[in-house]
C-alpha cells in the first residue's frame, strides 16, 4: 500500500470553527489532491499540489485553503467550518500527471460539523 | 462543462452474474478513462484504465468496453462474486491536465 496516513481519521467540530486535515506521504510523490466524497456526489476535487508551494483550484473549493511547505505534507484548512463541509475527506498522491498516473488514496476523514 | 454521468447508482446482481456498469463523458479531449474500486471505510483503489485507442481492455473478470463516436464506456465484472460487493467509480482526464473527474458512483452488491 501506498504510504499515506491521513489525519485525524475523525472529528466532530462545531459550525464556525476552523479545521485542518493533514495528508502526510512516503512516497515522495510530485501531485497530492484533497477530495470530498459525499452521497449522490462521488468523489469531487477540491485542490491538488503540483509540486511544493503549487497548488490550484478544484470544482469545489469556496471555503477551503491548502498549503504544501514539503513535498511529504499537504494540508486542507476549513477557514470557518459550516454544516454543508460535513464529509468523508480524501486525499490521494500521484508521481505523475492525471494522463498517465494512479491516483493512490489515503484512508479518508470523515469530518462532522455540528 | 466537463463532466462524467455514471449509471446506474446501485447494483444487485446474483453470484456468478455479469455486473455492468455504464459512463458517458462529453469532453472529446479526455484520453484517460480508469475505474475504481472502493470498499467500505477504504479510500479508492485502481481496478483498470483504458485509453481511446482501444475499444476493450480485459483483466481477469474486469473488462472495460469503450465507445469513442458514442463517448461511453463501461465497466462489465464477469462470474461476479461477494468479493467484488464495493463502490465503483469510473473517471476521466486528459494530457497536460492534473485533474481527474470522477462519475458519482456505483453500489454494487452481489448476492451469494
Known amino acids: 500500500d501506498a504510504g499515506i496516513t491521513q489525519s485525524p481519521r475523525h472529528k466532530v467540530t462545531e459550525t464556525g470553527t476552523p479545521v485542518t486535515l493533514r495528508c502526510h506521504q512516503t512516497e515522495n510523490h510530485r501531485y497530492m489532491y484533497w477530495y470530498r466524497q459525499d452521497p449522490g456526489h462521488g468523489l469531487r476535487l477540491i485542490h491538488y499540489s503540483y509540486g511544493v508551494k503549487d497548488t490550484d483550484k478544484g470544482e469545489v473549493s469556496d471555503g477551503y485553503s491548502v498549503s504544501r511547505s514539503k513535498t511529504e505534507d499537504f494540508l486542507l484548512t476549513l477557514e470557518s467550518a459550516t454544516s454543508s463541509q460535513t464529509s468523508v475527506y480524501f486525499c490521494?498522491?500521484?508521481?505523475?500527471?492525471?494522463?498517465?498516473?494512479?491516483?493512490?488514496f489515503g484512508e479518508g476523514s470523515r469530518l462532522t460539523v455540528l | 462543462q466537463q463532466q462524467v454521468k455514471q449509471s446506474p447508482q446501485s447494483l444487485i446482481v446474483q453470484k456468478g452474474g455479469i455486473s455492468i456498469i455504464n459512463c458517458a463523458y462529453e469532453n472529446t479531449a479526455f484520453d484517460y478513462f480508469p475505474w475504481y474500486q472502493q470498499f467500505p471505510g477504504k479510500g479508492p483503489a485502481l481496478l483498470i484504465a483504458i485509453r481511446p485507442d482501444v475499444s476493450e481492455k480485459k483483466e481477469g473478470r474486469f473488462t472495460i468496453s469503450f465507445n469513442k463516436s458514442a463517448k461511453q464506456f463501461s465497466l462489465h465484472i464477469m462470474d461476479s462474486q461477494p468479493g467484488d460487493s464495493a463502490t465503483y467509480f469510473c473517471?476521466?482526464?486528459?494530457?497536460?491536465?492534473?485533474?481527474?473527474?470522477f462519475g458519482t458512483g456505483t453500489r454494487l452488491k452481489v448476492l451469494a
Open positions: 490521494a498522491i500521484s508521481d505523475s500527471g492525471a494522463d498517465t498516473g494512479e491516483l493512490f
Open positions: 473517471a476521466a482526464s486528459h494530457s497536460g491536465t492534473y485533474k481527474y473527474i
